[in-house]
């Protein structure tokens, strides 16, 4: 591996030694070519020499006086005497090259290398790039003396960077010495462009050719040990893209025949696509025996500049895309918990209104109605409804684990969308449905009655009304005046049963009243009809009153002149009147409706008809004794031919009338027998449906219980593995969901308990709703326990503890929670931390410090710790994890040093969705000197680490 910080490491004096030599071997081959070459060694292989003993004698500080050595040596080497002109050529256009590769950061160029340098404020503004720092100010002056100090400050400057100048003076490059020029510019690059050049200890120009040397390596046709010959055929310079840039060019295809097409186009590749200018010019490289070797140098110098940078770089993009990633992850979690929560609440936030109103429109279809939306609400709106909530907790658990892993601060809802909230929310809707489903059968209960009692006021009207039909007209005449003494006595004696059968009518009457007033005080809907209806009535039966009076009144009058009675039909009407009563309360009796609501009601009922039908006897006797008494009187009537004889002064009712009422009456008396027979066998089918529910509930609620017990178990439990928990709760989850065709039986024989109307259960001990609950929280604690035990997989395999450790916690935090609650009291979590051996001191900075961990493990000061804070504390003591200062210096790699980043920087540096999701989260960098489109990188890491 290589980096740009030179150190005090110790070297490979082997590897080091190895490399110079080869270097001397080929410097001495490529002299001996050359024209001026002699057969006497070369004075770098000398100096190279010397270097090595120096390595030797020297240890550890072998590193830094090579350096000066090395520098030395070229110093020496550059006194040997003039350059080789066709060396002094690929000087000029390489060193021209470098040094506007730098300077165009300032905005400015040179043409001509020994004149543009001779003033010194290029030379000047060339170091000041170079290094970072500023040089003092220069003069600027255009006489000879101005130049000289220029430059001698830029030198002066050279110097105080350990660099030594030997024989190179501002009067020279004043003067436009190329030599000198030349060497400056050499010096200058090898202080900061090779020097800084480290790999496996070695620096500078060895350190460089050992890294040409290992990228190469698996090259054919390339073998790299200078820097002269071996690069010729240009299979070095493509052997270095390829290398790191295998995109760019197929080195398959090259050929060591052609050199100049090789070298023009790794030039061409790179002053394209790794924007290093093209400092040599292949045709010359071509041409020359012996290539200048600063010149390949300074360029393959540029090499290994640009590609560790893109590796950093590299690596600097991989940290922010694996920050930002999880960053997206999150925010996608975020907006569906946000988006799940609004629904949810919107729903109960409709449907609880719903279920408080108590109200109906006071009609028996109108409560059916809403009986119906009810079982459509419980059956199909809510179930879905119970999944989303548990869904909904599951997502949150999931988002508040992987924040904690990532060293990201908790996920905070909006107001109102808390899960907590939701859960209040949702309590309020069980708090509304509560009860819900008595109170509206109670309501039809009593609008049932009331229909009942609505309609037999209707009957008795009819009856009373049918009565009093034509009386006001019969008590308004005046017959009694004209007629004999015998027509008077009937009169007065029929008037006499008139007025009996009027009290019998009064007790009618009270009771019209009294269920007129009890549909009142009940809010019957059709009370004003009810109301008028009987108002119609007690006026009629006001003025009945009247004029009975004022009739008896008349009759009396008249009877001290007519005394003649007619015994037999006075003793027709007065045995006539109770039995026509008789069979009127009979006939009324037998077709009035009855409520009731169990057998032993039924039986009741049965018993008393019963009851009734051994008075038929009696009545039957009753019966013929009238039949008997009219027929002796049809008898009589015959027999002395008496006008009017068969018309009975004393009494309305005829034995044409009583015989059509008792037969009605004896028709009457077996439909009675089969109505109470079908109530008793309906009775005997809600009894049927009360059994078959216990049987069916009976089983279901043991078993439901149970199963919340296995879980529970499971849930507070320590096992071998939290997969092996996992698999149980899932095997339960899977027993859950194929129990559930039970709860869908016993809905449905709920549903035929409310169709009969069936208020009480007395052979079991659960209704519907208690098991309704129950199952949900089975299904709610199932899926909360598989949620935390594969978040605490999640944990474990993210912080790389071992299920050994996740037991020993559990079984710490069981210990201590005594009441099997889920969560812990500040002094119980202290209590388990000491048990755990941590050292918690019993003092005001131990205090302080517990503190501080509360914050963390309970950061809503909720008052209690529960066990994913308690397992992520735990973790988190024995994990590393990453900071705000992490990702600040990743993103400043990306900005290549600059305290801002541009939108182009980030599309170039990372995946096309993280760079723009970059883009829309920074805020602008506003400090003067930065471009418009500048990006604040250190105020976003931030944002991802505040808590």
């Given at each position: 591996?290589?980096?740009?910080?030179?150190?005090?490491?110790?070297?490979?004096?082997?590897?080091?030694?190895?490399?110079?030599?080869?270097?001397?071997?080929?410097?001495?081959?490529?002299?001996?070519?050359?024209p001026?070459?002699?057969?006497?060694?070369?004075?770098?292989?000398?100096?190279?020499?010397?270097?090595?003993?120096?390595?030797?004698?020297?240890?550890?500080?072998?590193?830094?006086?090579?350096?000066?050595?090395?520098?030395?040596?070229?110093?020496?080497?550059?006194?040997?005497?003039?350059?080789?002109?066709?060396?002094?050529?690929?000087?000029?256009?390489?060193?021209?090259?470098?040094?506007?590769?730098?300077?165009?950061?300032?905005?400015?160029?040179?043409?001509?290398?020994?004149?543009?340098?001779?003033?010194?404020?290029?030379?000047?503004?060339l170091?000041?790039?170079?290094?970072?720092?500023?040089?003092?100010?220069?003069?600027?002056g255009?006489?000879?003396?101005?130049?000289?100090?220029?430059?001698?400050?830029?030198?002066?400057?050279?110097?105080?960077?350990?660099?030594?100048?030997?024989?190179?003076?501002?009067e020279?490059?004043?003067?436009?010495?190329?030599?000198?020029?030349?060497?400056?510019?050499?010096?200058?690059?090898?202080?900061?462009?090779?020097?800084?050049?480290?790999?496996?200890?070695?620096?500078?120009?060895d350190?460089?050719?050992?890294?040409?040397?290992?990228?190469?390596?698996?090259?054919?046709?390339?073998?790299?040990?200078?820097?002269?010959?071996?690069?010729?055929?240009?299979?070095?310079?493509?052997?270095l893209?390829?290398r790191?840039?295998?995109?760019?060019?197929d080195?398959?295809?090259?050929?060591?025949?052609?050199?100049?097409?090789?070298?023009?186009?790794?030039?061409?590749?790179?002053?394209?696509?790794?924007?290093?200018?093209?400092?040599?010019?292949?045709?010359?490289?071509?041409?020359?025996?012996?290539?200048?070797?600063?010149?390949?140098?300074?360029?393959?110098?540029?090499?290994?500049?640009?590609?560790?940078?893109?590796?950093?770089?590299e690596?600097?993009?991989?940290?922010?895309?694996?920050?930002?990633?999880?960053?997206?992850?999150?925010?996608?979690?975020?907006?569906?918990?946000d988006?799940?929560?609004?629904?949810?609440?919107?729903?109960?936030?409709?449907?609880?209104?719903?279920?408080?109103?108590?109200?109906?429109?006071?009609?028996?279809?109108?409560?059916?109605?809403?009986?119906?939306?009810?079982?459509?609400y419980?059956?199909?709106?809510?179930?879905?409804?119970?999944?989303?909530?548990?869904?909904?907790?599951?997502?949150?658990?999931?988002?508040?684990?992987?924040?904690?892993?990532?060293?990201?601060?908790?996920?905070?809802?909006?107001?109102?969308?808390?899960?907590?909230?939701?859960?209040?929310?949702?309590?309020?809707?069980?708090n509304?449905?509560?009860?819900?489903?008595?109170?509206?059968?109670?309501?039809?209960?009593?609008?049932?009655?009331?229909?009942?009692?609505?309609?037999?006021?209707?009957?008795?009207?009819?009856?009373?009304?049918?009565?009093?039909?034509?009386?006001?007209e019969l008590?308004?005449?005046?017959?009694?005046?004209?007629?004999?003494?015998?027509?008077?006595?009937?009169?007065?004696?029929?008037?006499?049963?008139?007025?009996?059968?009027?009290?019998?009518h009064?007790?009618?009457?009270?009771?019209?009243?009294?269920?007129?007033?009890?549909?009142?005080k009940?809010g019957?809907h059709?009370?004003?009809a009810?109301?008028?209806?009987c108002?119609?009535?007690?006026?009629?039966?006001?003025?009945?009153?009247?004029?009975?009076?004022?009739?008896?009144?008349?009759?009396?009058?008249?009877?001290?002149?007519?005394?003649?009675?007619?015994?037999?039909?006075?003793?027709?009407?007065?045995?006539?009147?109770?039995?026509?009563?008789?069979?009127?309360?009979?006939?009324?009796?037998?077709?009035?409706?009855?409520?009731?609501?169990?057998?032993e009601?039924?039986q009741?009922?049965?018993?008393?008809?019963?009851?009734?039908?051994?008075?038929?006897?009696?009545?039957?006797?009753?019966?013929?004794l009238?039949?008997?008494?009219?027929?002796?009187?049809?008898r009589?009537?015959?027999?002395?031919?008496?006008?009017?004889?068969?018309?009975?002064?004393?009494s309305?009712?005829?034995?044409?009338?009583?015989?059509?009422?008792?037969?009605?009456?004896?028709?009457?008396?077996?439909?009675?027998?089969?109505?109470?027979?079908?109530?008793?066998?309906?009775?005997?089918?809600?009894?049927?449906?009360?059994r078959?529910?216990?049987?069916?509930?009976?089983?279901?609620?043991?078993w439901?219980?149970?199963?919340?017990?296995?879980?529970?178990?499971?849930?507070?439990?320590?096992?071998?593995?939290?997969?092996?928990?996992?698999?149980?709760?899932?095997?339960?989850?899977?027993?859950?969901?194929?129990?559930?065709?039970?709860?869908?039986?016993?809905?449905?024989?709920?549903?035929?308990?409310?169709?009969?109307?069936?208020?009480?259960?007395?052979?079991?001990?659960?209704?519907?709703?208690?098991?309704?609950?129950?199952?949900?929280?089975?299904?709610?604690?199932?899926?909360?326990?598989?949620?935390?035990?594969?978040n605490?997989?999640?944990?474990?395999?993210s912080?790389?503890?071992?299920?050994?450790?996740?037991?020993?916690?559990?079984?710490?935090?069981?210990?201590?929670?005594?009441?099997?609650?889920?969560?812990l009291?500040?002094?119980?979590?202290k209590?388990?931390?000491?048990?755990?051996?941590?050292?918690?001191?019993?003092?005001?900075?131990?205090?302080?410090?517990?503190?501080?961990?509360?914050?963390?493990?309970?950061p809503?000061?909720?008052?209690?710790?529960?066990?994913?804070?308690?397992?992520?504390?735990?973790?988190?003591q024995?994990?590393?994890?990453?900071?705000?200062?992490?990702?600040?210096?990743?993103?400043?790699?990306?900005?290549?040093?600059?305290?801002?980043?541009?939108?182009?920087?980030?599309?170039?540096?990372?995946?096309?969705?993280?760079?723009?999701?970059?883009?829309?989260?920074?805020?602008?960098?506003?400090?003067?000197?930065?471009?418009?489109?500048?990006?604040?990188?250190?105020?976003?890491?931030?944002?991802?680490?505040?808590?």
């Amino acid at each position: 591996m290589f980096s740009h910080n030179s150190g005090d490491s110790s070297l490979d004096y082997r590897t080091h030694r190895q490399v110079n030599l080869e270097a001397t071997a080929g410097e001495e081959e490529a002299l001996s070519a050359h024209p001026t070459a002699t057969t006497s060694p070369s004075p770098t292989a000398i100096m190279l020499a010397q270097q090595q003993m120096q390595y030797q004698g020297n240890g550890n500080n072998g590193m830094m006086q090579g350096e000066e050595i090395y520098m030395q040596q070229e110093e020496e080497w550059e006194r040997e005497g003039l350059l080789d002109p066709a060396w002094e050529k690929q000087q000029r256009k390489t060193f021209t090259a470098w040094c506007n590769s730098h300077l165009r950061k300032a905005g400015t160029q040179i043409d001509n290398i020994e004149e543009d340098f001779q003033n010194g404020l290029k030379l000047m503004l060339l170091l000041e790039v170079l290094s970072g720092e500023q040089l003092p100010k220069p003069d600027r002056g255009k006489m000879r003396f101005h130049k000289i100090a220029n430059v001698n400050k830029a030198l002066d400057f050279i110097a105080s960077k350990g660099v030594r100048l030997v024989s190179i003076g501002a009067e020279e490059i004043v003067d436009g010495n190329v030599k000198m020029t030349l060497g400056m510019i050499w010096t200058i690059i090898l202080r900061f462009a090779i020097q800084d050049i480290s790999v496996d200890e070695m620096t500078a120009k060895d350190g460089l050719l050992l890294w040409c040397q290992r990228k190469t390596a698996p090259y054919k046709n390339v073998n790299v040990q200078n820097f002269h010959t071996n690069w010729k055929d240009g299979l070095a310079f493509c052997a270095l893209i390829h290398r790191h840039r295998p995109d760019l060019l197929d080195y398959s295809k090259l050929s060591k025949a052609n050199p100049l097409a090789n070298l023009n186009l790794a030039f061409d590749i790179a002053e394209k696509y790794l924007d290093i200018p093209r400092m040599l010019d292949a045709e010359e490289i071509v041409a020359t025996d012996r290539p200048d070797e600063r010149s390949i140098i300074t360029y393959v110098s540029s090499y290994y500049h640009y590609f560790a940078h893109a590796r950093e770089a590299e690596s600097a993009a991989n940290r922010v895309s694996k920050a930002l990633a999880g960053r997206q992850g999150n925010d996608d979690l975020e907006n569906e918990y946000d988006r799940l929560a609004s629904d949810l609440l919107g729903w109960i936030q409709r449907t609880t209104p719903w279920l408080e109103n108590r109200v109906t429109d006071n009609t028996l279809p109108g409560a059916r109605k809403k009986l119906d939306e009810f079982r459509t609400y419980r059956t199909q709106h809510k179930p879905p409804r119970v999944g989303q909530k548990g869904q909904l907790e599951t997502a949150f658990n999931t988002l508040q684990t992987k924040l904690r892993l990532n060293n990201r601060p908790p996920y905070m809802p909006k107001e109102g969308r808390m899960v907590s909230d939701i859960a209040n929310a949702w309590k309020n809707l069980d708090n509304a449905e509560r009860g819900f489903e008595d109170w509206l059968l109670s309501e039809m209960m009593r609008l049932e009655r009331l229909d009942r009692l609505a309609q037999k006021f209707k009957r008795k009207a009819d009856i009373h009304e049918e009565w009093s039909k034509g009386k006001d007209e019969l008590l308004s005449r005046n017959d009694y005046r004209n007629a004999t003494l015998s027509e008077v006595k009937a009169l007065k004696r029929k008037h006499g049963a008139f007025e009996s059968d009027l009290a019998v009518h009064q007790e009618r009457v009270e009771q019209l009243a009294a269920i007129a007033e009890e549909l009142n005080k009940l809010g019957y809907h059709d009370s004003p009809a009810i109301n008028s209806r009987c108002q119609r009535i007690c006026s009629s039966w006001d003025r009945l009153g009247v004029l009975t009076t004022q009739r008896r009144q008349g009759i009396d009058e008249v009877e001290k002149i007519l005394e003649r009675v007619d015994t037999l039909h006075l003793d027709f009407a007065k045995r006539v009147t109770p039995f026509n009563n008789w069979l009127d309360g009979a006939r009324e009796d037998l077709v009035d409706m009855f409520i009731v609501h169990s057998i032993e009601a039924t039986q009741g009922l049965i018993n008393d008809h019963e009851q009734f039908k051994s008075t038929l006897i009696e009545a039957d006797k009753e019966y013929r004794l009238l039949v008997g008494i009219f027929q002796e009187v049809q008898r009589f009537a015959q027999q002395h031919n008496i006008p009017g004889a068969l018309e009975n002064p004393y009494s309305s009712s005829s034995a044409q009338e009583i015989t059509n009422k008792w037969n009605e009456v004896r028709q009457l008396v077996p439909r009675r027998d089969q109505a109470l027979q079908q109530e008793m066998m309906r009775q005997q089918q809600n009894e049927r449906i009360r059994r078959t529910f216990a049987e069916k509930a009976n089983v279901v609620g043991p078993w439901i219980e149970k199963q919340l017990d296995i879980v529970s178990s499971i849930g507070m439990g320590v096992h071998k593995s939290l997969e092996e928990a996992l698999k149980k709760l899932i095997a339960c989850r899977t027993a859950v969901e194929a129990f559930r065709p039970h709860i869908d039986e016993l809905e449905q024989y709920r549903q035929a308990e409310q169709e009969a109307i069936i208020l009480e259960n007395k052979y079991t001990k659960y209704s519907m709703e208690t098991l309704r609950v129950g199952w949900e929280q089975l299904l709610t604690s199932i899926n909360r326990n598989i949620n935390e035990v594969e978040n605490q997989i999640l944990t474990r395999d993210s912080k790389g503890i071992t299920s050994e450790q996740l037991n020993e916690f559990r079984l710490s935090f069981n210990h201590f929670d005594k009441n099997r609650s889920g969560r812990l009291t500040p002094e119980e979590f202290k209590a388990c931390l000491l048990s755990l051996g941590h050292n918690v001191r019993n003092d005001k900075q131990g205090e302080s410090q517990f503190l501080k961990i509360m914050s963390s493990v309970d950061p809503n000061m909720s008052g209690y710790v529960k066990f994913d804070s308690f397992l992520d504390y735990l973790t988190r003591q024995a994990a590393g994890t990453d900071s705000a200062d992490s990702l600040i210096e990743s993103f400043r790699v990306l900005a290549q040093d600059r305290p801002f980043i541009t939108p182009e920087d980030l599309r170039r540096e990372l995946p096309p969705d993280q760079a723009e999701y970059c883009i829309r989260k920074m805020q602008p960098y506003r400090l003067p000197g930065a471009p418009p489109n500048a990006l604040d990188y250190a105020s976003f890491a931030g944002t991802l680490y505040q808590f």
